[in-house]
């Protein structure tokens, strides 16, 4: 990630690989307490996102939010406005594996997006 994460406390990022080569492939593991998040962002390359405990969501804009639970997949697309966190009723880890580039953060989520529809 280019720059800090914007995300509510609690929430803790660890660094598993650090990009070998400029642009490079990145995975992080992601911590999120119960309603943990996020706050909305998008990413100038690819991302995926691989449940490893608890339950969540990752919101894209205008879109359904989509759950995530261990061994589930979510593709998160070049540019695509997002946010993803915890249920409000337990925790979530998650790896995120990021084809390079970088993480643009757009603010914070308003009252009522989370946990939203």
Known sequence: MA???KVT???RRTA???AQ???GVRVDRFFYPQAGHTHWHSHSGEQV???ESGRGWVKFAGAER???SPGEVVHVPVGLRHWHGATPDGPLVHLAVTAGGD???LGE???GEYPGD
Do not use: F, K, N, R
Request: without cysteine; glycine residues 12%; proline residues 12%.
């Open 103 to 105: 993480t643009t953060w």
């Open 66 to 68: 989509v759950a995530i």
């Open 49 to 51: 996102l691989y449940g």
């Open 3 to 5: 720059d800090v994460a």
């Open 16 to 18: 598993l690989l650090t």
């Open 109 to 111: 989520l308003s009252p």
């Open 9 to 11: 406390p609690g929430v």
């Open 21 to 23: 080569v400029p642009g």
